[in-house]
């Protein structure tokens, strides 16, 4: 079973609409990492959140992790075509391994297509 | 800093054929990763370097093997190809402090095709 499940898997959106993207788990989440793929490229990392509650911005991307630690979203304000891509999360799912020293794993990505 | 490095961005390799992916991280990071992308499967570890010297199995370590040249330099080699290691291949590095919060930061990718 796919311990970070993603949702939803794709969503297209009309340039300047608000969306939301979810990461949930049935396991706490020691780390939390939002990326982004542009496709055939690599992962940019975004956003990583720690703490229960935790709240983090950047321009007009929003992610937050739940106080339980078992779930996290991406929102994105007034979205544009940049904005496009493949966003995936990425967990730490031990308490002994910082940064994922033996590997993060991953949800299987949300597919974001901007209309204009 | 070019970050991390791979080589190289493309491959097409027969059945049974063997080759290296080179991955390299100017960061003097400690850990290294590789991991493959497949659709619908998301991003799986294959194998880790925690540190130099050392590397160990992720979640689809076989058919791989994988060395830790340097703090640098960690390379990924098949043996022998086979059409189900067709994939997208990405490595990564991160500083590893021993704590949790420690990024990783990833290569631009080596597309595989095995026929």
């Known amino acids: 079973s796919q311990e970070l499940e993603q949702s939803p898997q794709s969503l297209i959106v009309q340039e300047g609409k608000n969306l939301t993207i979810n990461c949930t788990s049935s396991k706490t989440l020691y780390g939390l990492y939002w990326y982004k793929q542009k496709y055939g490229e690599g992962l940019i990392f975004l956003m990583m959140?720690?703490?229960?509650?935790e709240e983090k911005s950047h321009e007009k991307i929003t992610a937050k992790l739940d106080e339980k630690k078992q779930q996290s979203s991406l929102h994105i304000t007034a979205s544009q075509p940049s904005h496009a891509g493949i966003y995936l999360c990425g967990a730490d799912m031990s308490m002994y391994s910082g940064g994922g020293a033996d590997g993060l794993t991953f949800g299987k990505g949300t597919h974001l297509i901007i209309q204009p | 800093n070019a970050g991390v490095t791979q080589n190289p961005k493309f491959q097409v390799l027969k059945t049974g054929q063997s080759m290296t992916l080179q991955c390299a991280q100017d960061m003097n990071h400690n850990s290294m990763y590789w991991y493959r992308q497949d659709p619908g499967m998301g991003l799986r570890l294959i194998y880790y370097s925690a540190s130099e010297g050392t590397t160990d199995k992720g979640e689809v370590p076989n058919g791989y093997n994988v060395s830790r040249l340097n703090k640098r330099e960690f390379s990924l080699r098949l043996e022998s190809a086979a059409p189900s290691q067709t994939s997208v291949y990405f490595c990564?590095?991160?500083?590893?402090?021993?704590?949790?919060?420690?990024?990783?930061?990833f290569g631009p990718g080596t597309r595989l095709t095995v026929l």
């Open positions: 959140l720690q703490k229960g509650g």
């Open positions: 990564a590095s991160s500083e590893w402090t021993g704590s949790v919060g420690d990024t990783q930061y």
